[in-house]
């Protein structure tokens, strides 16, 4: 496969399966744009991935923000040129806490990241 000229954004890019989808991206020849919270981790996943400034970006923004995608989007479409590809891949995973302990803010927040995010880059 060949993706030489696609753009590709990828939401959570900087570990895991977004570090992984962004390689093998990149293997392919496309330039990819990615997002995450920890700017230090995406950086150094943005170095990590291609010695070519403009074969990877790097947009340090929290998903769960409602003002993120719009601003994500027009950065990366400035730099680089009009998005191909959303991978939609920003979402956490953890086991439900007992009632008694629950954090509601950080409930709220894992609520927001998994179910309302995606759909603002969508």
């Given at each position: 496969?060949?993706?030489?000229?696609?753009?590709?954004?990828?939401?959570?890019?900087?570990?895991?399966?977004?570090?992984?989808?962004?390689?093998?991206?990149?293997?392919?020849?496309?330039?990819?744009?990615?997002?995450?919270?920890?700017?230090?981790e995406l950086h150094e996943t943005a170095a990590q991935l291609s010695s070519a400034a403009d074969q990877v970006i790097a947009i340090p923004e929290d998903v769960v923000d409602p003002e993120a995608a719009p601003l994500v989007v027009a950065m990366v479409e400035q730099r680089l040129v009009p998005i191909s590809l959303l991978i939609n891949n920003a979402g956490q995973f953890r086991a439900f806490e007992p009632i008694d302990v629950v954090n509601p803010s950080a409930e709220q927040r894992l609520l927001?990241?998994?179910?309302?995010?995606?759909?603002s880059f969508g």
């Open positions: 496969m060949d993706l030489t000229g696609q753009v590709v954004l990828i939401t959570g890019g900087s570990r895991g399966l977004g570090r992984a989808f962004a390689q093998a991206l990149v293997a392919v020849g496309a330039r990819v744009a990615i997002t995450a919270r920890s700017a230090l927001r990241l998994n179910g309302i995010a995606a759909f």
